[in-house]
């Protein structure tokens, strides 16, 4: 275990990565408290105003990014700068993908349900990075041996095979199963192995004439929605806070 961790996190090529995940974890987790405590109306916090403009967090965010990246590319990685840099990057990227679902649907749509977004896509780009930190490559590169990393024919070959699989799970319809099997080779083949999703590419494609198949798919989707659907929400719920309802749409009667 110590060797371990000598080697894929203390090592100095790491160790800005691994500041950079700890500021980007540490500011969402941060973020939200302030920001669930200012919708409850306690503590001392409030919004930021400045002329009537609400300014979101995800202005400072979009600062902090531009320079911890700016000051990481100057720092070639190395001492304390590379060190401040990876901090100032984490905390900034923290503070913008807190907003995704801002940026994605141009609205603030913080605590609606479209604001889950936002916490699916800190949650999935926490994970990808840790697993880089572990030590996986995009791709099975770090499956190879250093033999097989000299022979450029089986590394091209393992990453666009790889890259085949990733790019079949998303056409099925898996976007996490794509994005982590970018990471585990593994994930990828599974994905796109199995059965796309109903009104995926894939499924519009090849299942138009097989009535069984999308029988198939559409069953086996609606179990798997049933059964993680629920506890999924439930963690969305307790780590951003719960969307506020929706307000009932009445019927046009004119």
């Given at each position: 275990?110590?060797?371990?961790?000598?080697?894929?996190?203390?090592?100095?090529?790491k160790l800005p990565l691994l500041l950079a995940l700890a500021a980007f974890v540490l500011a969402f987790v941060v973020t939200r408290v302030i920001?669930?405590?200012?919708?409850?109306?306690?503590?001392?916090?409030?919004?930021?105003?400045?002329?009537?403009?609400?300014i979101h967090h995800v202005v400072p965010g979009v600062v902090l990014t531009v320079v911890g990246g700016f000051g990481a590319v100057a720092s070639d990685r190395h001492g304390v700068g590379a060190a401040v840099s990876a901090v100032l990057f984490g905390i900034g990227a923290g503070l913008v993908l807190d907003e995704f679902a801002l940026i994605l649907h141009l609205d603030d749509v913080y605590w609606s349900a479209e604001g889950?977004?936002?916490?699916?896509?800190?949650a999935l780009t926490a994970a990808l990075v840790g697993l880089l930190l572990a030590g996986f490559a995009p791709f099975g590169v770090n499956d190879l041996t250093q033999e097989e990393l000299q022979d450029r024919g089986r590394v091209i070959g393992t990453i666009v095979g790889n890259f085949v699989f990733a790019l079949i799970a998303?056409?099925?319809?898996?976007?996490r199963v794509a994005i982590f099997g970018a990471?585990?080779?593994?994930?990828?083949?599974?994905?796109?192995?199995?059965?796309?999703?109903?009104?995926?590419?894939?499924?519009r494609r090849f299942y138009?004439?097989?009535p069984r198949a999308r029988a198939k798919a559409a069953l086996r989707a609606y179990r798997h929605d049933r059964r993680w659907a629920g506890p999924r929400r439930v963690l969305q719920d307790w780590?951003?806070?719960?969307?506020?309802?929706?307000p009932v749409q009445l019927p046009d009667h004119r």
């Amino acid at each position: 275990m110590g060797h371990w961790w000598e080697r894929n996190i203390v090592e100095p090529g790491k160790l800005p990565l691994l500041l950079a995940l700890a500021a980007f974890v540490l500011a969402f987790v941060v973020t939200r408290v302030i920001t669930r405590l200012i919708r409850a109306g306690k503590g001392p916090f409030g919004n930021v105003n400045a002329g009537g403009l609400h300014i979101h967090h995800v202005v400072p965010g979009v600062v902090l990014t531009v320079v911890g990246g700016f000051g990481a590319v100057a720092s070639d990685r190395h001492g304390v700068g590379a060190a401040v840099s990876a901090v100032l990057f984490g905390i900034g990227a923290g503070l913008v993908l807190d907003e995704f679902a801002l940026i994605l649907h141009l609205d603030d749509v913080y605590w609606s349900a479209e604001g889950r977004k936002s916490v699916e896509v800190v949650a999935l780009t926490a994970a990808l990075v840790g697993l880089l930190l572990a030590g996986f490559a995009p791709f099975g590169v770090n499956d190879l041996t250093q033999e097989e990393l000299q022979d450029r024919g089986r590394v091209i070959g393992t990453i666009v095979g790889n890259f085949v699989f990733a790019l079949i799970a998303l056409g099925k319809g898996k976007t996490r199963v794509a994005i982590f099997g970018a990471i585990v080779p593994l994930v990828a083949v599974v994905g796109a192995v199995r059965l796309a999703r109903p009104g995926s590419p894939w499924a519009r494609r090849f299942y138009g004439r097989r009535p069984r198949a999308r029988a198939k798919a559409a069953l086996r989707a609606y179990r798997h929605d049933r059964r993680w659907a629920g506890p999924r929400r439930v963690l969305q719920d307790w780590i951003g806070g719960k969307p506020d309802p929706r307000p009932v749409q009445l019927p046009d009667h004119r």
